[in-house]
């Protein structure tokens, strides 16, 4: 089923956890079911840098309701870079750039080729 939002709560704590962050980007994957994202996955060894946020993904488990990844960035600015993109690529439909001050309005989605798509809060 197609990723068409995001759980309050699940945007909540992925705010919470950027600002702690802050200024490092940190970076986990996102678990779906019936179309929302309910869930942050943590994966030990993920690296947060402030260049780029980066998961071993040769830690990621066998696991179809991964459907992306979501990372903040330690600016405003929510666009992907060219190693956010390849990333994205390889990592599942949905990803979400979380920008500085993270707030519910300073975060962008975007598709596996870095479109930018809607995501609803609900
Ligand atoms: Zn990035």
Same mark, same amino acid.
Request: net charge positive.
């Given at each position: 089923?197609?990723?068409?939002?995001?759980?309050?709560?699940?945007?909540?704590?992925?705010?919470?956890?950027?600002?702690?962050?802050? /200024?490092?980007?940190?970076?986990?994957?996102?678990?779906?079911?019936?179309?929302?994202?309910?869930?942050?996955?943590? $994966? /030990?060894?993920?690296?947060?840098?402030?260049?780029?946020?980066?998961?071993?993904?040769?830690?990621?488990?066998?696991?179809?309701?991964?459907?992306?990844? $979501?990372?903040?960035?330690?600016?405003?600015?929510?666009? /992907?870079?060219?190693?956010?993109?390849?990333?994205?690529?390889?990592?599942?439909?949905?990803?979400?750039?979380?920008?500085?001050?993270?707030?519910?309005?300073?975060?962008?989605?975007?598709?596996?080729?870095?479109? /930018?798509?809607?995501?609803?809060? $609900?």
């Amino acid at each position: 089923m197609k990723v068409y939002a995001i759980k309050r709560q699940t945007l909540k704590m992925a705010l919470e956890v950027a600002k702690d962050n802050y /200024p490092k980007e940190f970076a986990a994957m996102l678990r779906a079911r019936d179309g929302v994202i309910i869930e942050l996955l943590f $994966i /030990p060894g993920s690296i947060g840098s402030d260049r780029s946020a980066m998961i071993p993904f040769y830690m990621k488990p066998v696991d179809f309701s991964i459907v992306g990844v $979501i990372h903040s960035h330690p600016s405003p600015n929510t666009t /992907p870079s060219q190693a956010d993109i390849a990333l994205f690529g390889r990592s599942g439909d949905v990803h979400i750039i979380l920008g500085y001050p993270y707030t519910e309005y300073s975060w962008a989605a975007y598709d596996r080729m870095g479109n /930018p798509i809607k995501l609803k809060i $609900i």
